[in-house]
């Protein structure tokens, strides 16, 4: 089992910048990913990585604008927000797959906590 604790939520003005971190422990880690949940909509699957060879892949809603990264040493991901709207507003989590499609959300079964980011107009 995989345990994710993200940091780095927060408040900004539109435009502005914010980066999350997930910490990761455990064994079995394929690929991992954010997703984010705004109030009445679904979980979506916004960024994800392939663990080994870094290969990632972007929503069209936030390409362009967020990068998808991560520390192996340190077994973290990060995600780097840029230009943010307040349509980016959500809770966002950050989730691993032990196998599968990367840039899918059915692989993903572990999950962090989440963390509010919260973008003002």
């Known amino acids: 089992q995989v345990q994710l604790v993200e940091s780095g939520g927060g408040l900004v003005q539109a435009g502005g910048s914010l980066r999350l971190s997930c910490a990761a422990s455990g064994r079995g880690i394929y690929h991992m990913g954010w997703f984010r949940q705004a109030p009445g909509k679904e979980r979506e699957l916004i960024a994800a990585i392939d663990w080994s060879i870094s290969r990632t892949y972007y929503a069209a809603s936030v390409k362009g604008r967020f990068t998808i990264s991560r520390d192996v040493v340190k077994n973290t991901l990060y995600l780097q927000m840029a230009s943010l709207k307040p349509e980016d507003t959500a809770v966002y989590y950050c989730?691993?797959?032990?196998?599968?499609?990367?840039?899918?959300?059915?692989?993903?079964?572990?999950w962090g906590q989440g963390t509010q980011v919260t973008v003002s107009s």
């Open positions: 989730a691993a797959a032990q196998g599968g499609d990367y840039s899918r959300a059915a692989p993903y079964g572990d």
